[in-house]
């Protein structure tokens, strides 16, 4: 095992599975709730990601402390240092998938998800403004550490921390607004296109609105015309994204395909909580059609992610002795 780790490490990208799975653990249980179905389906999805969360944290660790020069390169692209988002994204969705069972586990996961967030945002901007970012650079995945702040309200509220919701709520909000113009400049108008294997990071572009949705639900306590506008964009760039379907096709799978897990999983549960507030048959078919798509897409990534292990320690396993 340790020989296959040398030869494909896991890179911080790695945390988007956790994100994908925790993200449909928490729509499952907003849809026992919303429409009646069985929640244990969401506990599990909710378990699983806490104990992919850990094996790759474990794995992750051990990879600073043996090949730190690697970490550091990764953080050179602005793309690859907006990763690091995807640990601490991962911290805020695990609190609140473990708010029923412990609220000190969830109140430690919920500091490191809530202050570790904001922490990565204010550097990486900062970083950006001294040093500037290469066209080629300004791709979704900078939206990554921005998305981060505004799901650190799903369990900022429930644990009694509004006011913390409502500034991680506005941080989000304010880059948000930045930086979409800009990075769909970048794809529509400069060179070079977007790369086929970059073609995931244009889901991202769903959760952002997705997430801000679910949170700001969360904070009013009400499906107000402004939960509808950011419902209702997240399904505008989810559509959007299922056009552009061919940019990705061909491609063979590989960690960034667990990019569509999370965004799908985002929308669905921002439909969930409009079923629940308004029960008419539009929300309910909405949030039951995006509940499946986020479920077949993880089921799927799980699947090829499995199979693609299976053949690396197959291959590492008949190698001659050396």
Known sequence: MAEIFARRPVPT???????????LGLAWRASATSQGLPAGIGEFFIAASAVIFAAL???WVARVRTSPQDIEAEQHSAITASYLGTITISCSLLAAGALPYSRVAATLLWAIGAFGGAALLIYLLGRWIEGGIKGPELTPALFIPVVGNATSVYAAVPLGYGELGWASFAFALLC???????????????????????APQLAVMVSSPAVMASAWYLLTGTADPAFKIL??????????????WKMAWGEPFN???????????????????????????????????SLAVATVAVV?????TVRGWIRQFTKTAALPAT
């Open 176 to 198: 948000w607004l930045t930086l979409g113009p800009l990075t769909m400049y970048r794809l529509m108008v400069t060179e070079p296109r977007l790369p086929r294997k970059m």
């Open 255 to 289: 960690v960034a395909m667990w990019g569509y897990t999370f965004p799908t999983a985002a929308l669905a549960g921002a439909f969930e909580r409009a079923a629940a507030a308004i029960p008419s048959p539009l929300y309910v078919a909405l949030a039951t059609g």
């Open 13 to 23: 990208a790695s945390f988007a599975s956790v994100m994908g799975i925790a993200g």
């Open 57 to 59: 944290l474990v794995v």
């Open 231 to 244: 419902a209702f964009k997240a399904l505008f760039f989810a559509l959007l994204t299922a056009r552009l």
């Open 300 to 304: 799927l990534c799980a699947a090829w």
